[in-house]
């Protein structure tokens, strides 16, 4: 699979569309729904699950690399809890790839006994088969095969070789500058014809996408596929790659799971849109990785690993085999996850279940933790009391129509809510996660990671609301930081919180002077009572980052400790262009200072007020031309304590621009670029020569 340069992606809802409530159940319509299209086979009522080759092993896979990930996915559990589909991407043919009789070949060295003894093995161990080909025609250098003129011969083979799932690129398909829907409703009609008459899902996957993959017309792209794949396929991709081979981003689930949510109403049992694959441990944090799957489920989304399952930690295992988490996406309605409310860095997304009952996801995109807020009348439900429970702790309470929880930077919380009835259940209370409002005198600029240094003060606040209908008694909040600091409280508790009320706990944690830089974090421990259920409690963890020391003297803020970094693609690098390799070069002028990045980046750095003046020069370095014309610009930002010093509009390729940003007073710098707006393509961005007085 070709990947892009990858890059920032404009949000795609502008607001949920009314096809889409009604879809999902919130409004109702007299009009009908999305017109009728032929139907294809209903293979896979629910999302299908399972494995695939190509994010964790790219095409490094054998025949005892396959039957050694079967194992592990029987033995680990995570067949039992539905992931039965061992797929092959590409990398499984033979560097010819076809005979000439006009047969696809295995590579013999990776399978000497040929593929039906490997689907045979699969099938023993009680899982399915997949396979991989491409729509277009076989195009060295271009794709690693293709099907195009062997459609029906190709779908007999799969067929006779055993396999239960097929996915279709659109490498050769694009490469031979083919028409997607004629092309795909062919390839589906091979496999429902097959000559063995075996049921096989067809994965159609269309990954091109504009501008980052180049200009292509609406109709050939992945965004066009809703509009026709529903009537052809088990699924469809909705959007590029979530990523690279080894290397997943955070804000490319993001922008995959965007683009995905256009066209809900179109998604029904056995046909489901596709936002990629799941991909924990391969760049990922826990937490993120937990959001992305959170996301998948709600949606309605295949959920196909594209990790290495026999490495995966015992606590992504636990994550992927939920069985609270699993039964919301492969609720038998089929329904996929609506936006309710304004896009932002906030949100709350629901997805009829169907029982009536709601799933309810409260998304965190941004830096900082956040109570996230939603009410049930909000989701579609009616009523005065609600069952909440938690899909991640199991944890059950009990609103009064308020749905609420403190989610962590880049996470979510997962509610499955309906109606309650009989006792009172245990009110739902929310712990916040600690925040830091100032550090010393200096308020915290909202939405970003607090950063501290050895010596410093800060001042904490714990938060926390009562949404049930009954008091809780006796609330107390306790917190904690690293090895050494010293904990004031600053506030007093309460007797009590009433029902649809809320109290601040306020401390001040000061680090000691010999504080290690790395990161820390502040643990709160809020206990309550409640009438018939006893003593409760909540544990939240907030990081901290504790800062290296300030530079010192003129030097290259290049060669100086950051506290984190983010590159679009790859990962930033010192004093050479992105991806490595070559020196930093503006236009002809080359720098032996910089750090080179590709859009979206943020380039983090702990200055203590210990600096005067920041000087360098922006552009886009001259390799782009290695690739070619398209693409090329960012937009960068320097910025102090979350106020911006010096914004340099678009710059392109052939216009560096010179910067000098007095940096009096400020404590932590940053170093934004940006796409400009027309996708991370080629956006190949130097902060050439940054040079800190201090």
């Known amino acids: 699979m070709k990947r892009s340069f990858g890059g920032v992606y404009s949000r795609l809802l502008g607001g949920v569309i009314a096809a889409a409530l009604v879809a999902v159940g919130l409004v109702t319509t007299t009009t009908g729904a999305v017109a009728a299209q032929a139907t294809a086979p209903v293979l896979s009522p629910t999302p299908y699950q399972g494995w695939n080759t190509y994010y964790g092993l790219g095409g490094d896979f054998t025949e ?4 050694s990930v079967a194992d592990s996915l029987v033995s680990r559990g995570l067949a039992k809890a539905g992931y039965d589909i061992v797929w092959l991407d590409g990398g499984w043919q033979a560097d010819q790839s076809r005979s000439d009789a006009g047969d696809l070949v295995p590579n013999p060295a990776k399978f000497p006994n040929g593929l039906k003894p490997l689907v045979d093995y699969i099938h023993g161990k009680g899982l399915k088969a997949g396979i991989y080909t491409d729509a277009g025609p076989y195009i060295p250098g271009k794709c690693g095969l293709g099907s195009g003129g062997y459609y029906q ?14 996915k279709v690129d659109y490498l050769c398909g694009i490469a031979a500058n083919l028409d997607p829907k004629t092309v795909f409703t062919e390839f589906a009609q091979a496999l429902r014809n097959n000559a063995s008459h075996r049921p096989m899902i067809f994965n159609l996957c269309n990954p091109v996408t504009s501008p980052d993959w180049g200009n292509y017309p609406e109709s050939q792209q992945s965004i066009n596929s809703w509009s026709y794949a529903p009537g052809i396929a088990q ?6 790659d979530v990523g690279f081979q080894g290397d997943i981003k955070f804000k490319d689930v993001l922008r995959n799971y965007d683009a995905n949510a256009r066209h809900p109403e179109v998604v029904k049992p056995g046909a489901f849109s596709d936002p990629d694959y799941l991909a924990p441990e391969l760049g990922m944090s826990d937490e993120e990785f937990r959001t992305q799957l959170t996301l998948w489920a709600v949606a309605a989304a295949p959920l196909v690993v594209g990790s290495d399952v026999r490495k995966l930690s015992a606590t992504t295992i636990g994550m992927l085999t939920d069985p609270d988490v699993l039964a919301i996406n492969q609720d038998k309605a089929a329904v996929q996850a609506v936006r309710v409310g304004a896009a932002g860095t906030t949100e709350t997304w629901v997805k009829r279940l169907a029982d009536g009952s709601r799933a309810v996801v409260l998304l965190n995109r941004g830096d900082s933790a956040k109570t996230l807020t939603t009410t049930a009348n909000a989701v579609g439900l009616s009523g005065s009391r609600f069952t909440l429970k938690n899909a991640w702790t199991n944890k059950v309470t009990e609103s009064a129509g308020v749905i609420s929880a403190a989610v962590p930077a880049h996470g979510t919380a997962l509610f499955r809510v309906e109606r309650a009835s009989g006792v009172p259940g245990i009110p739902h209370v929310t712990a916040g996660i600690p925040q830091v409002t100032k550090v010393g005198t200096d308020a915290q600029p909202e939405g970003t990671a607090p950063v501290a240094a050895g010596g410093d003060e800060l001042t904490v606040q ?11 008694f006796q609330p107390a909040v306790t917190i904690a930081g690293g090895t050494g600091w010293t904990v004031t409280p600053l506030s007093k508790a309460p007797a009590l919180i009433d029902g649809g009320k809320q109290a601040t706990f306020t401390f001040t944690l000061t680090l000691p002077p010999t504080a290690p830089p790395g990161s820390a974090s502040l643990t709160a421990t809020t206990t309550y009572q409640v009438v018939w259920y006893g003593g409760q409690r909540q544990t939240t963890v907030a990081p901290v980052v504790v800062a290296p020391v300030p530079p010192s003297g003129t030097v290259p803020l290049s060669h100086h400790q950051w506290i984190t970094a983010t590159s679009g693609w790859m990962s930033p690098t010192i004093d050479e262009s992105v991806g490595g390799g070559n020196p930093i070069k503006l ?11 590709a859009s979206p980046s943020l380039i983090r ?8 003046r920041l000087t360098g020069t922006v552009g886009i370095d001259d390799v782009v031309g290695n690739v070619g014309p398209d693409g090329g610009t960012s937009t960068f930002q320097v ?3 979350g106020k911006v010093l010096f914004d340099s509009g678009t710059v392109d390729r052939f216009t560096p621009k010179q910067f000098d940003v007095d940096l009096t007073g400020v404590r932590v710098l940053d170093l934004l670029v940006g796409d400009a707006g027309d996708g991370g393509y080629n956006d190949r961005a130097d902060w050439a020569a940054p040079t800190a007085t201090c």
């Open 605 to 612: 750095y702990y200055l203590g007020k210990s600096c005067s």
């Open 587 to 597: 236009t002809g002028t080359t720098y032996s200072t910089g750090i080179g990045v």
């Open 235 to 240: 699924s469809w991709r909705t959007y590029t």
């Open 64 to 67: 005892d690399t396959i039957k």
């Open 462 to 472: 714990v938060t926390v609301r009562n949404d049930g209908l009954q008091p809780v």
């Open 639 to 641: 910025v102090g304590d």
């Open 153 to 166: 011969r190709d779908a007999d083979q799969f067929a006779a070789w055993g396999f239960d799932a097929v």
